[in-house]
């Protein structure tokens, strides 16, 4: 019985620890692998910018936040997003002053562009999404929400840095979600969402994948977002305790990948961004 109860016991970790039981991290994704992510400068998130020169890999963390705008009180960066050659970074300050997006279009001219709070949004600016057109640009609340805000693409849809970037309208979700620290979009109707939801009473588990199911296209008018949980994100270290979900990417190839921070310590050392690939 006790040497039965060994062999159980190393049966299990082996099946928790195996190749097959991490592709069943999440629905509908394989994970096909994991890169270190460095927490100071790759910790807040992440994506790919497909340009005709080449495909550029761009990661956001706390060191990595410009002198200039950090004097000036934008002290905390989201995960960016990309599309069409166009790269965008949300940021956020303590006050309720305004949120803040640095863009970079295609030839690799920066602007800054700022949005003035409405009176019922929060000053979170978690993530930067852009539609696969670049005219429209999704942005998150941190908390628990039931709307994601969508905003004319700056530099595309919305040209002048001195104006304010305006809102335009709402994505209206089915069911709350809470703690969203980055979207990308998959399609035109549909997002995938890296949620660090420390509680697990929305979905059923704690840091999960969502998926958002538009209910069309934006155009700048309110849509319905269907959301949907596809399981728990990795959470694999060698320190037990609090991991933290951030940024998420969908690059043009199909790859999915998700920054998870370790926890305690580790962080410094085993932290990861996880890649899947469609199932």
């Known amino acids: 019985m006790r040497r039965t109860g060994i062999v159980l016991a190393i049966a299990a970790l082996v099946a928790v620890f195996s190749p097959a039981a991490a592709a069943q991290a999440v629905t509908g994704w394989t994970t096909v692998g994991s890169d270190n992510a460095r ?18 890999y761009r990661y956001t963390g706390i060191t990595t936040v410009p002198v200039n705008l950090s004097s000036q009180g934008w002290n905390h960066v989201g995960d960016p997003g990309s599309a069409r050659g166009w790269y965008v970074e949300p940021y956020q300050r ?58 004319p693409m700056p530099g595309v849809a919305h040209t002048n840095p001195s104006a304010n970037l305006p809102y335009s309208a709402a994505i209206r979700l089915d069911r ?10 998959v399609t035109a109707t549909r997002l995938l969402c890296s949620s660090d939801d420390p509680e697990g009473s929305l979905f059923g588990t704690t840091k999960p994948l ?28 060698t320190c037990s305790g609090n991991f933290e979900t ?6 043009a190839d199909g790859t999915l990948r998700v920054v998870v921070l370790s926890p305690s310590w580790c962080v410094a050392f085993d932290s990861k961004t996880w890649r899947f690939r469609k199932s």
Not at 125 to 147: C, I, K, L, Q
Not at 246 to 251: L, N, P, S
Request: hydrophobic residues 35%; proline residues 5%; charged residues 20%.
């Open 210 to 237: 969502l998926q958002v199911d538009l209910s069309g296209a934006l155009s700048g008018s309110d849509v319905t977002g269907r959301v949907t949980s596809l399981g728990q994100l990795p959470l694999k270290s």
């Open 39 to 56: 927490p100071l400068d790759e910790g807040q998130g992440l994506a790919t910018i497909e340009r005709p020169s080449g495909t550029v």
């Open 176 to 185: 709350p979600v809470r703690d969203i620290q980055g979207c990308d979009f």
């Open 94 to 151: 303590d006050d309720r002053g305004a949120k803040l997006f640095r863009v970079e279009s295609p030839d690799g001219t920066w602007a800054n562009y700022t949005h003035t709070l409405e009176s019922w949004e929060a000053n979170n600016n978690s993530f930067a999404a852009v539609t696969p057109d670049a005219r429209w640009m999704v942005a998150g609340e941190w908390g628990t929400m039931d709307r994601l805000l969508v905003h």
């Open 246 to 251: 951030e940024g998420i990417d969908v690059a």
